[in-house]
């Protein structure tokens, strides 16, 4: 590790006081450095939770051997989870099977629509995921999904009516051990973990990820406040989960802030153009560049990656790029993709899909004055142009055509899919939203940032910070002031 930092040496000296601690480190600033410095300076024993295994094996090399390095969902594994090691084995079934099962045997009618048995068994296990992502202690409502189409709040409650029944009827059959008719998965044992109170056996814990942790993790891990010193480590810029259930649960955390600024992954214009971002984020923090670290925001011909807002931009984005000749990866391959060109060739041809975003539209036709008219339609806009201009054969055929990231030429990826990544040189995609400009008082035209939602700008903050040596902004560029790109 490098000399610490004035902040890193401060947050050392706060944990070995005993109190309980919040880490606000930006983008690059080195948090797992700064928590094996943390963790180097006691004897005392601690654990760490991580986000997912491979933070938590990396973790483990790093920290010294008194302190566990475990996902949240091992640590419920080996106190309540291996009961069920039979049951998390089983072999995958169709949400309708195992809806069947549960007693759903025939379609309902709803408003103006009629709920197949598929779409009600599809819910119902949603619902009863979505409560296990919760605190709560018991299902409700509000833990059934919203449909496309069932959008006023009386449908809403109709439609939970029909559902609640059935989810609390999977949640019983998943108590069993032994046998059930619901497929068991990771985050049903890490909800029954959860509602028994765990008391985590350690002097200190350290929470990693923490601006993306789940109620249900959270609140396990506050309840351990009396008998352990908590650190939790974070950015609260960059919690663009909230649509999944995670929840930033740093800011209002009962502890010592701290905040670690300076950036070992680039200079100084990355960084001014990530704090243009912060700032429209209203976030905790503003990022120092590393002087030492050459970096550039300007055109990039050849990036290493393009990073867009969607996963229809980054769609666009594949199809482009194979048009010129190019190898192409992206990120977690192109299985969502496939799904959803495999659902407009459905509605094209005449028949009702099964994809949950597009389930209720009995016709193509449908979808397109829905995009175009409704304003709940219009994130589906871009779907709908893609599929208009290409057709969904030609979608699966560019899926088709991805190679690995080993032997691309260039990565596309979605700003979410790239948290936690970085390359040498990063271009933003087209599919960022670009506000209004706004007269200013100096004649120019900047942007006006209450036009700009949060999580718009945290996902920005997210994209920009990705690259090491050199930003193309793309469709970001609006962000720079009209004055400093005339100056340039």
């Given amino acids: 590790m490098h000399t610490p930092t004035h902040e890193q040496t401060h947050a050392a000296d706060t944990f070995r006081s005993g109190r309980h601690l919040a880490l606000q480190a930006g983008a690059g600033t080195g948090k797992t450095s700064t928590l094996c410095l943390l963790a180097a300076g006691t004897s005392r024993r601690g654990r760490y939770l991580a986000f997912n295994k491979d933070i938590a094996r990396d973790a483990a090399a790093r920290f010294p051997s008194t302190v566990q390095c475990r996902t949240a969902h091992a640590t419920a594994f080996a106190a309540i989870g291996h009961r069920y090691t039979g049951r998390l084995n089983s072999p995958r079934q169709p949400a309708w099977r195992t809806g069947q099962a549960l007693g759903i045997l025939r379609p309902v009618r709803l408003a103006d629509h009629e709920i197949s048995q598929r779409t009600l068994s599809h819910n119902v296990l949603r619902t009863v995921t979505r409560f296990c992502y919760s605190a709560d202690g018991a299902l409700s409502r509000h833990h059934v999904p919203r449909l496309r189409g069932l959008d006023s709040p009386a449908d809403h409650r ?116 990530a704090n243009r971002w912060l700032a429209l984020a209203d976030a905790p923090i503003r990022l120092t560049g590393t002087t030492s670290i050459p970096t550039e925001v300007g055109s990039v011909d050849r990036p290493d990656a393009v990073l867009c807002r969607t996963n229809i931009g980054a769609m666009t984005e594949v199809m482009r790029l194979l048009g010129d000749g190019h190898r192409v990866a992206l990120t977690r391959g192109g299985q969502q ?37 409704d304003p709940g339609g219009r994130d ?3 779907f709908v142009d893609l599929v208009d201009t290409h057709g969904p054969d030609a979608i699966l055929a560019a899926v088709a055509e991805l190679t690995d990231e080993t032997h691309a030429d260039v990565t596309v990826s979605t700003a979410h899919k790239a948290k936690g990544r970085e390359w040498p040189t990063v271009r933003i995609g087209n599919d960022f939203p670009q506000p209004e400009k706004t007269t200013s008082d100096a004649g120019g035209a900047d942007p006006a940032p209450e036009q700009v939602s949060d999580a718009d700008a945290r996902l920005a903050y997210v994209a920009v910070t990705r690259a090491r040596h050199r930003l193309d902004l793309g469709t970001l560029a609006w962000s720079v002031p009209a004055q400093q790109t005339a100056s340039e």
């Avoid at 056996?201 to 008998?227: G, I, K, M, S, Y």
């Avoid at 649960?249 to 502890?255: C, E, I, P």
């Avoid at 459905?346 to 995009?371: I, N």
Wanted: charged letters at 20%.
């Fill in 158 to 273: 109709q439609f939970a009516d029909l559902v609640l029944p059935f989810a609390a009827k999977a949640w019983a059959d998943l108590q069993c051990p032994d046998h059930g008719v619901v497929r068991f998965e990771h985050d049903h044992y890490l909800k029954m973990w959860a509602l028994s109170g765990p008391h985590i056996e350690a002097d200190f814990l350290f929470l990693d990820e923490a601006q993306d942790t789940n109620p249900v993790l959270e609140q396990v891990f506050t309840a351990q406040r009396d008998h352990a010193q908590l650190v939790m480590v974070g950015d609260s810029a960059q919690a663009i989960y909230g649509w999944r259930g995670a929840t930033d649960v740093m800011t209002g955390f009962d502890a010592e802030q701290l905040t670690l600024t300076r950036s070992f992954r680039f200079g100084p214009q990355i960084a001014d153009e």
């Fill in 337 to 373: 993709l496939a799904q959803l060109a495999l659902a407009a060739r459905d509605l094209k041809e005449g028949r009702r899909t099964h994809h949950p975003e597009l389930v209720l539209f009995p016709s193509w036709g449908a979808l397109q004055d829905y995009a175009a008219y």
């Fill in 380 to 382: 589906l806009q871009p």
